[in-house]
Nanobody, 123 residues
Framework: QVQLVESGGGLVQPGGSLRLSCAAS????????MGWYRQSPGKQREFVAA???????NYARSVRGRFTISRDKGKNTVYLQMNSLKPEDTAIYYC?????????????????WGQGTQVTVAS
């Protein structure tokens, strides 16, 4: 059974950068979309970014221009490069595998989730 494992989280100062990685323990069909979500204490899980097999991407308005999602199909790994980080970006970040090829922001279209990695933006 495929599992998703996130890494790269940590503590960073406002304005700093982090790169999150999501490694799949098994093979993921390259056409299937992958996404990143995040959840802050007391808030619902929210969509961050998604990428499909063709390289098309979709971003939440709050991160557009600051975050970049990418994938290495050969390594079954998805990345989230986060720049110009803000305190409001503090959250647990989750990687997810979609059931289809759309870069959807609807969490119900994702069938497999990782355990998450904590990102804290503070001075």
């Amino acid at each position: 059974q495929v599992q998703l494992v996130e890494s790269g989280g940590g503590l960073v100062q406002p304005g700093g950068s982090l790169r999150l990685s999501c490694a799949a323990s098994g093979s993921i069909r390259s056409i299937i979309s992958m996404g990143w979500y995040r959840q802050s204490p007391g808030k619902q899980r929210e969509f961050v970014a998604a990428i499909n097999g063709s390289g098309s991407t979709n971003y939440a308005r709050s991160v557009r221009g600051r975050f970049t999602i990418s994938r290495d199909k050969g390594k079954n790994t998805v990345y989230l490069q986060m720049n110009s980080l803000k305190p409001e970006d503090t959250a647990i970040y989750y990687c997810a595998r979609a059931v289809g090829i759309e870069c959807s922001s609807d969490s119900s279209t994702y069938s497999l989730w990782g355990q998450g990695t904590q990102v804290t933006v503070a001075s």
